[in-house]
């Protein structure tokens, strides 16, 4: 007969959280000009029995607030109480960012190009240095949740990394509308925790600066679904069986021309070949370029840029 074995002791900051404790532990990055300390908070929920611990964060970059608002909502509906394992919730990684509304920190920089960072680097690389010294070397699997950029608007995806087929379980196991491989990035999150060992997939929904109600249901869903494939919970919940469409290709189809982005096509719907997903036309209506399906898949992303220069990304497709 097994014995479950209690779980380990979480410390972070030099505060430490016992198995069935829960704490809000503050991690310490920098100070505002003002000499006010700029902290991340970091809540941490230990499960009693031994189990894996789950990373979720939001907001690295600091103006894409959906994932923000979702770790907010599953806090205050206690959706973190896990009894194997535990969870650290971040929901904003980016505290500069996010007060100045900007993807990145006063300088510049983006913390998720100078991961894992470097203890005298720059304010992006501390911040990067700090969190990964500080978490992720007690951390089993990660979540990472994005928005789409400069007013493109992704349809709810899950990210994995190809050579990482742990990462392809818990994109699956999230259950988003799709999921495919994304290429590693230099200084990414992504990138230092697959060199970690540390199985991690991002989830990409909505644009900066909005709120997405649909992106928010599937992220808050796609987390719970991944804990329960973890057993983290005494019972499993249950749950419909996942209709994620896995894509195989990914490619960005972008103006042919300058001049006003008028789309066609609804985000997240299927295409064919040769369909007209939208128009690019001048402002005096005398010329306008269709711009057509170049196979058959689904639209996953959109632009709302409404005014476009020649060779802008304008339709993320998948097939």
């Not at 203890?119 to 070397?137: N, V």
């Not at 087929?165 to 990138?191: D, N, Q, V, W, Y």
Request: hydrophobic share 40%; proline share 5%; charged share 20%.
């Amino acid at each position: 007969m097994d014995v479950e074995k209690d779980n380990k002791t979480i410390t972070i900051n030099g505060e430490s959280v016992a198995p069935g404790e829960q704490k809000s532990v503050e991690l310490g990055i920098a100070r505002l000009p003002t000499g006010t300390l700029i902290d991340i908070p970091v809540h941490v929920f230990n499960g009693k029995k031994a189990g894996p611990t789950v990373l979720v964060q939001a907001g690295l970059h600091g103006d894409e607030i959906n994932g923000v608002e979702t770790l907010r909502r599953m806090l205050q509906e206690k959706k973190f109480n896990v009894k194997k394992g535990a969870v650290m919730v971040v929901p904003i990684l980016n505290i500069f960012g996010f007060i100045h509304f900007s993807r990145d920190v006063p300088d510049g920089k983006d913390v998720n190009r100078s991961f894992p960072g470097r203890k005298t680097g720059s304010l992006a690389s501390r911040i990067a240095y700090t969190y990964a010294s500080q978490l992720l070397p007690q951390v089993d699997f990660g979540i990472d949740l994005h928005t789409g950029g400069s007013q493109r608007h992704n349809h709810p995806q899950a990210r994995y990394t190809q050579e990482d087929p742990k990462s392809k379980m818990l994109a699956e196991s999230f259950g988003a509308p799709f999921h495919f491989a994304s290429k590693l990035i230099t200084g990414s999150f992504r990138k230092t925790t697959f060199k970690m060992g540390i199985p991690t997939m991002v989830y990409e929904a909505g644009e900066s600066m909005r709120f997405d109600e649909n992106a928010i249901a599937f992220a808050m869903q796609g987390i719970q679904n991944v804990m329960n494939g973890l057993n983290m919970f005494a019972k499993s919940e249950l749950k419909e069986e996942s209709a994620s469409v896995h894509l195989e290709y990914t490619r960005w189809v972008r103006a042919p021309r300058a001049g006003m982005f008028i789309p066609e096509i609804a985000n997240g719907q299927s295409i064919q070949k040769g369909e007209v997903l939208g128009l690019v036309t001048d402002t005096y209506a005398k010329k306008n370029k269709k711009i057509k399906a170049p196979f058959d898949g689904y639209v996953i992303c959109i632009n709302h840029q409404a005014v476009v220069n020649q060779g802008d990304a304008l339709f993320h497709l998948g097939r």
